[in-house]
């Protein structure tokens, strides 16, 4: 019989930040029972966290009992070709190990006291005195594989965004959102705006540049053209979802791990694993308005032994919308290759490409107090002409288990991204019926960089689990853009006027276009270095410590020239650097007095992003800094299936940037600004039937120091951002093949710019879906049917901060069939 040890390592490391934090914690057990004689009621522990991920038996088995102490005994060539599966997520031993062995035809038996013995399944037998245990599904143990390409859980227990470890939710004492793709798949998101929008409290849609840049409002807080990709940043470009495994989002500043990040929160996406088994799928979408959407994925090994794995993903899109003119095609693919030579090293490279033409929607403009009376789908550019864009994206990332409590990360992102403007951007009502508009034409190239390499281990002290972290990250992001018209302040006329109730379209002359003169042309740079360190320190298996910190080291540089003949030689003169260093803390606590619930708390400070935006004078903005107090519970009901977090939420940013009130097209500083609120998020299974996700937040989020305010903002609403605003999504399974689904969403009053000199409407919106599975053979077909606003209501999406209103879709439809196999 071969016995499996566990040995306790010594290794002792000391936190090079203390926690200036006294803590009056007392461990309250729970009420332990009558003494239990039997040797099955030993294995009753308290949960653990457990991170073992599926490898083979023997490996899994040492993981488990480093994190146990128990031992666990079988016969030799027992475990050999037996692969375990992942455990993640807080269990007792016996939930870990019955989770660990299901499906393997292996059982335990209780030998004595945190001792087991492994034997392959058997009957009892009425001779045998000690009982062999059958696998059992564990209560209040969720098995979420997010590999699986047909799981279709709501819940997803772990996240590794706010702790860059693969850390349980509801241990961790921060507000953690995470939307996976059956949610999308089941709302046919097409856009990642959709899933925030209508499955996370607080988020809006940001429209700085109109429909240009992927840009979200958290906690009333911009995120300032940027989204995270794995855990690295990018910058203004848009997501696919082809390739999307679930977006999560991170409330209140995260620079502690992540550095040049918005203090409102980020949006993470986590793209999809190559596979162990075969698996391919194709979907057509099809919808009114013109509305085609096509995607295909394929992946699974490519050698015998299945080390070497394949993943494509590829989508193309043809998506017009109720107004004429606007549409955006697309070409995406992205090609995976995973290696896994062996138990403590894997490899993963990427590549993405993206071709896009796209004719935007700048909106509608507000007139007095409120959003023109024109109709919603009025159009106010002249053609079927818009900006053409090219992303190469290659990604790579690998990671070293150096032994079962250390592990060794590393990724790396580069990606090349230009644009070829042209647009009719809207530059202010000249009277009751005549807008003016300027011509956007040229190029620009961003280029961002981004990597880090992380030290993840784990060890006890003196009864304390430790999970640590050690990292340091370097990310660069540069755009040049030469020999571009800007046309919105110098005079130029070379865009006629349109009236807004009467609009006539082809009447922009392109020869005048390019008859003026090149009035635009920018070199920006931005780099960022930091170091970070975190432990989560875990006592008594209910109180939770998550402490550290970052040091940055942040350098922005930008030259502009926006004069008549501006040339690009006149931006490099007037090129400045500016640096800024920022030690950012964090410090959070979690109590679960019982299993299903957690109180929490955090204190965070941050160093936000450059402020990139263009400000009249070319004086250069201050980078923004947050701090942000936040307490709140967690809850996982219904055996894991249904989780809940509410929070309660105290957030200040400085040096904030917002639409200049009194230059159309320009940006300005607000001075300090604070957001407090309360939200909710709700998603999971309450029945085997029935789904449910829900959010509601109050945001109450306004200018609190201007200086001398002259701008006139002081103690205004901050532009976009509701004070009320709430979710409905549901779907129910009728039979094995048939669901329906209802859904809606309410959003409260909005004021539409930094003065609150106009408001937009509420309104309520009510969404629907059913779809109908049919096997074919060992395939599957989907036929699915969503009807977005189905009472066709009117509403505005957004502003961009000035006069400009965003206005929302009608009633549609979008159908589509799915085939996977």
């Known amino acids: 019989m071969t016995q499996v040890q566990h040995h306790i390592p010594y290794a002792l490391r000391k936190l090079t930040l203390a926690i200036a934090l006294v803590l009056p914690a007392i461990a309250i ?26 490898q083979p038996l023997a490996n899994a088995l040492n993981a488990f009992i480093a994190t146990s102490d128990w031992q666990v005994g079988f016969p030799a060539g027992l475990a050999k070709d037996v692969r375990a599966n992942a455990v993640s997520g807080s269990y007792t031993p016996q939930q870990a190990l019955e989770k ?15 001792s087991v013995t492994l034997d392959k399944t058997v009957e009892k037998s009425p001779q045998t005195k000690e009982t062999t245990l059958a696998p059992v599904t564990v209560a209040g143990a969720v098995v979420y594989d997010s590999t699986d390409p047909y799981n279709k859980d709501y819940v997803v227990p772990n996240s590794a965004s706010a702790s860059k470890t693969d850390m349980a939710i509801i241990d961790t004492p921060v507000n953690i959102q995470v939307i996976p793709k059956t949610i999308m798949d089941d709302q046919q998101d097409i856009k990642i705006e959709d899933a925030l929008t209508k499955n996370v409290s607080g988020v809006q849609r940001g429209y700085a540049f109109g429909d240009l840049y992927e840009e979200f409002k958290i906690r009333g807080f911009s995120t300032n053209h940027s989204t995270y990709r794995n855990g690295l940043r990018r910058y203004t470009n848009y997501s696919d979802p082809a390739n999307i495994e679930q977006v999560e989002v991170v409330k209140g500043p995260a620079a502690v791990l992540y550095g040049q990040i918005q203090p409102g929160g980020m949006v993470n996406v986590v793209t999809k694993k190559a596979l162990d088994k075969p698996y391919y799928s194709l979907q057509q979408q099809f919808g009114n308005y013109d509305q085609y959407r096509t995607t295909a994925a394929a992946t699974g090994p490519i050698d015998q032994a299945g080390t070497l794995k ?8 043809d998506m017009g919308s109720n107004k004429i003119f606007i549409n955006d095609e697309r070409v995406f693919l992205a090609p995976k290759l995973s290696w896994t030579p062996n138990d403590r090293f894997e490899a993963n490279f990427e590549l993405e490409y993206k071709h896009e033409k796209r004719v935007d929607d700048n909106g509608i403009p507000a007139i007095g107090d409120r959003p023109a009376r024109i109709p919603l789908n009025t159009y106010l550019g002249d053609g079927a002409k818009g900006p053409e864009m090219n992303t190469i994206l290659t990604a790579f990332d690998w990671a070293f288990k150096i032994n079962n409590n250390w592990q060794i990360k590393n990724r790396f992102m580069h990606e090349d991204w230009d644009i070829n403007y042209y647009d009719l951007g809207p530059n202010g009502m000249i009277n009751a019926t005549q807008m003016a508009r300027f011509a956007i034409s040229g190029k620009a190239v961003h280029e961002t960089y981004g990597t880090n390499l992380d030290l993840v281990g784990n060890f006890d002290l003196f009864g304390s689990k430790h999970d640590v972290l050690v990292g340091g990250d370097y990310s660069r992001r540069t755009r040049n853009a030469s020999n571009n018209r800007y046309a919105c302040c110098n005079g130029s006329t070379a865009v006629a006027p349109i009236d807004i109730f009467n609009p006539r379209y082809g009447v922009v002359s392109q020869v005048a276009i390019d008859a003026s003169p090149y009035d635009y042309t920018v070199k920006e740079k931005e780099e960022w270095f930091g170091l970070y360190f975190q432990d989560h320190i875990t006592l008594w298996n209910k109180l939770h410590i998550l402490g550290g910190g970052r040091y940055d080291w942040a350098n922005f540089g930008r030259g502009n020239d926006f004069n008549d003949g501006a040339t690009y030689a006149q931006a490099v003169a007037n090129y400045k650097d500016y640096e800024n260093q920022k030690f950012s803390p964090r410090v959070g606590i979690l109590y679960q007095p019982l299993h299903w619930l957690s109180l929490y708390g955090n204190w965070t400070e941050s160093l936000g992003s450059a402020n990139t935006g263009m400000a009249y004078g070319n004086q250069q903005f201050k980078p923004e800094v947050g701090e942000q107090f936040e307490g709140g519970f967690k ?7 249904l989780s809940s977090t509410v929070a309660y939420y105290h957030l200040t940013k400085t040096n904030l940037k917002i639409a200049d009130p009194n230059h159309s097209g320009f940006q300005t500083s607000a001075g300090e600004a604070r957001s407090q609120g309360i939200e909710v998020d709700l998603k999971g299974q309450v029945t085997d039937e029935l789904k449910l996700v829900t959010t509601y937040a109050f945001t109450d989020a306004r200018v609190t120091e201007n200086g001398v305010d002259t701008n006139g903002i002081l103690g205004k609403r901050l532009a976009n951002i509701p004070e009320h605003q709430a979710s409905l999504w549901g779907t129910y399974q009728f039979t094995p093949k048939f669901k329906a689904g209802i859904g809606g969403v309410a959003v409260g009053k909005r004021e539409g710019d930094a003065k609150n000199t106009y408001q937009l409407p509420g309104y309520v919106r009510m969404d629907l879906m059913a779809a109908y599975v049919q096997p074919i053979g060992k395939s599957r077909l989907t036929t699915q049917l969503n009807v977005n606003n189905v009472l066709n209501k009117d509403y505005y999406g957004g502003t961009d901060g000035w006069i400009n209103v965003v206005t929302g879709n009608p009633l549609s439809v979008m159908g589509s069939l799915k085939l996977e196999y």
Not at 635 to 641: G, I, K, N, P, V
């Open 29 to 54: 057990p729970l009420p332990s029972s009558a003494a239990d004689t039997s040797k099955a009621a030993t294995l009753e522990n308290a949960k653990q966290y457990f991170n073992v991920p599926a």
């Open 100 to 114: 660990l062995l299901q499906g393997t035809g292996l059982v335990y038996r209780v030998t004595g006291d945190n």
């Open 310 to 317: 394949y993943r494509f993903d590829a989508s193309y899109q």
């Open 635 to 641: 809850t996982e009901l219904f055996d894991q299936r």
